[in-house]
T-cell receptor, first 110, second 113 residues
Framework: AQRVTQPEKLLSVFKGAPVELKCNYSYSGSPELFWYVQYSRQRLQLLLRHISRESIKGFTADLNKGETSFHLKKPFAQEEDSAMYYC????????????FGKGNQVVVIP | NAGVTQTPKFQVLKTGQSMTLQCAQD?????MSWYRQDPGMGLRLIHY???????DQGEVPNGYNVSRSTTEDFPLRLLSAAPSQTSVYFCASGLSGSYNEQFFGPGTRLTVL
């Protein structure tokens, strides 16, 4: 069965310090992976997806099939990065079913 | 476009009561789904639909029913509410295709006493 693991619940970093959120997945098929973010009092929204191979708001994530990981990174954290981050796996080809990790609360300390 | 809308925003029920959570989208998305979010659990898929007239179960479907009579609407019914159904419920929609973005509603916070 598919599974997404985000080991740390709460991550506190100082402004300007690097941020790395870990995500590991378990899935027998070809994975489609995403990072979703929920800012305070806002809706859950897409941050980035592996298929796009893009940088959004300074964040990047690389799919490593050998390590079954999709870690999210940003070299210099900003206060506006404080939010809840979820790693998600689309686990049915051609369908949009998502399996989410438990999420990481990121707090950026000024 | 309003995107994905959900009503109500908050609801308190007594055990055994029934209710319907409403979800609508105006983006002509084929795919719609319901998730519940519990502390420390992330989001878990309850039911989903790939188009009008087609629904299927997700990871945690027990105690919930859905129907999809139109492309726009995807209501979630609690037949006999239980305290274990206390949660925040999110509706999402998107174009079909596993690589496509899902658009989420603002959520409904449900408490069952």
């Amino acid at each position: 069965a598919q599974r997404v693991t985000q080991p740390e619940k709460l991550l506190s970093v100082f402004k300007g310090a690097p941020v790395e959120l870990k995500c590991n997945y378990s899935y027998s098929g070809s994975p489609e992976l995403f990072w979703y973010v929920q800012y305070s009092r806002q809706r859950l929204q897409l941050l980035l997806r592996h298929i796009s191979r893009e940088s959004i708001k300074g964040f990047t994530a690389d799919l490593n099939k050998g390590e079954t990981s999709f870690h999210l990174k940003k070299p210099f954290a900003q206060e506006e990065d404080s939010a809840m981050y979820y790693c998600a796996l689309a686990y049915y080809y051609g369908n949009n079913r998502l399996a989410f990790g438990k999420g990481n609360q990121v707090v950026v300390i000024p | 476009n309003a995107g994905v809308t959900q009503t109500p925003k908050f609801q308190v029920l007594k055990t055994g009561q029934s209710m319907t959570l409403q979800c609508a989208q105006d983006m002509n998305h084929e795919y719609m789904s319901w998730y519940r979010q519990d502390p420390g659990m992330g989001l878990r898929l309850i039911h989903y639909s790939v188009g009008a007239g087609i629904t299927d179960q997700g990871e945690v479907p027990n105690g919930y029913n859905v129907s999809r009579s139109t492309t726009e609407d995807f209501p979630l019914r609690l037949l006999s509410a239980a305290p274990s159904q206390t949660s925040v419920y999110f509706c999402a929609s998107g174009l079909s295709g596993s690589y496509n973005e899902q658009f989420f509603g603002p959520g409904t916070r449900l408490t069952v006493l």
